[in-house]
Nanobody
Framework: VQLQASGGGLVQAGGSLRLSCEAS?????MGWFRQAPGKERECVAA????????YYADSVKGRFTISRDNAKNTVYLQMSSLKPEDTAVYYC???????????????????WGQGTQVTVSS
């Protein structure tokens, strides 16, 4: 399975972006991670296959929304009220087996997208 992420770019603080990640085949749990220079990759949002359970990092709660369209094998990350500290490379990830709970750790995922840069200017 290959993951193709898109939607990153340069935006002013307070602005919005929508990231998309399309999988070439069926995937189950999916997540969005980000990695800023000099920092570890962290999970910002994750979702189960059904969409019934989601996870958000405290730093993005109330500002980011993860969703998915299983018919299109696509997961989205709607980002609003962006802050300069949201600047990072954003990666989507997917599991090849279904979990009933969200997966939040990098080692829990089987497939990774190539990353898309999000830059928020102050």
């Amino acid at each position: 399975v290959q993951l193709q992420a898109s939607g990153g770019g340069l935006v002013q603080a307070g602005g919005s972006l929508r990231l998309s990640c399309e999988a070439s085949g069926r995937t189950y749990n999916m997540g969005w991670f980000r990695q800023a220079p000099g920092k570890e990759r962290e999970c910002v949002a994750a979702i189960t296959w059904s969409g019934g359970s989601t996870y958000y990092a405290d730093s993005v709660k109330g500002r980011f929304t993860i969703s998915r369209d299983n018919a299109k094998n696509t997961v989205y990350l709607q980002m609003s009220s962006l802050k300069p500290e949201d600047t990072a490379v954003y990666y989507c990830a997917a599991k090849e087996k279904r979990w009933v709970v969200v997966a939040r750790e990098t080692y829990e995922y089987d497939y990774w997208g190539q990353g898309t840069q999000v830059t928020v200017s102050s």
